[in-house]
C-alpha cells in the first residue's frame, strides 16, 4: 500500500492523476533545493515535478532539475512513493499526485534555472528536510535518512 500524506480526496472533486518524480542531491552534508516564490507561494521543494505522458519517470526528472535548479545529478536508487490530494495553483487543478523520491549525486551546475520563480538553494540535510514545504517528502527523507 502507498503511504498517502496531506489532505484525504475530498468528495465531490474531480483529480487528476499526476506523476512526479523529485531528487534528493546531497553533496558535502548539504542538500539541494528549489525555492519556488510566486505571488501566493513561498516554499521549498525538493527539486522535480511532473512526469508527462509518454516519459519515463528518470528523464522527467533530469528535465525537471535543469529547469528548476540548473543541475544535472547521477541518480542512484528510489528511496520511495507517495500519494498527496492537493490543488495545483501553477496548473489550475486538483492533483492526485504520486510522488517517487529518488537519492543522488549532483552534478555539474550547466546554468541559471530556466523554469520562471524557482532558485537552487543549498541547505545543510537536516535543516532542508525539516523547511521541505511538502509534508509527504518530509516524512518520508525523515524515515529514511535520520
Not at 546531497?26 to 511532473?50: F, N, S, Y
Not at 522527467?60 to 492537493?86: C, N, P, W
Not at 543522488?104 to 530556466?114: F, I, K, Q, T, V
Given at each position: 500500500?502507498?503511504?498517502?500524506?496531506?489532505?484525504?480526496?475530498?468528495?465531490?472533486?474531480v483529480?487528476?492523476h499526476r506523476?512526479?518524480?523529485?531528487?534528493?542531491l546531497?553533496?558535502?552534508?548539504?542538500?539541494l533545493?528549489?525555492?519556488?516564490v510566486?505571488?501566493?507561494?513561498d516554499?521549498l521543494?525538493?527539486?522535480?515535478?511532473?512526469?508527462?505522458?509518454?516519459?519515463?519517470?528518470?528523464?522527467?526528472?533530469?528535465r525537471?532539475?535543469?529547469?528548476?535548479?540548473?543541475y544535472?545529478a547521477?541518480?542512484?536508487?528510489?528511496l520511495g512513493v507517495?500519494?498527496?490530494f492537493?490543488?495545483?495553483s501553477?496548473?489550475?487543478?486538483?492533483?492526485?499526485?504520486?510522488c517517487?523520491?529518488?537519492?543522488?549525486?549532483?552534478?555539474?551546475?550547466?546554468g541559471h534555472?530556466?523554469?520562471?520563480?524557482h532558485?537552487?538553494?543549498?541547505?545543510?540535510?537536516?535543516?532542508?528536510?525539516?523547511?521541505l514545504a511538502?509534508?509527504?517528502?518530509?516524512r518520508?527523507?525523515?524515515?529514511?535518512l535520520c
Amino acid at each position: 500500500m502507498i503511504p498517502r500524506f496531506g489532505r484525504a480526496p475530498r468528495s465531490g472533486i474531480v483529480y487528476r492523476h499526476r506523476p512526479g518524480a523529485y531528487a534528493v542531491l546531497i553533496r558535502d552534508g548539504k542538500m539541494l533545493l528549489t525555492r519556488q516564490v510566486t505571488a501566493d507561494i513561498d516554499e521549498l521543494q525538493l527539486p522535480g515535478g511532473g512526469i508527462d505522458p509518454g516519459e519515463s519517470p528518470l528523464p522527467a526528472l533530469i528535465r525537471e532539475l535543469r529547469e528548476e535548479t540548473g543541475y544535472s545529478a547521477i541518480l542512484t536508487r528510489k528511496l520511495g512513493v507517495f500519494r498527496d490530494f492537493t490543488w495545483m495553483s501553477d496548473y489550475g487543478f486538483h492533483a492526485a499526485k504520486l510522488c517517487h523520491l529518488y537519492l543522488g549525486r549532483p552534478g555539474l551546475r550547466r546554468g541559471h534555472p530556466s523554469e520562471a520563480c524557482h532558485s537552487a538553494v543549498w541547505m545543510p540535510w537536516r535543516a532542508a528536510i525539516a523547511g521541505l514545504a511538502s509534508d509527504g517528502s518530509r516524512r518520508l527523507l525523515m524515515h529514511r535518512l535520520c
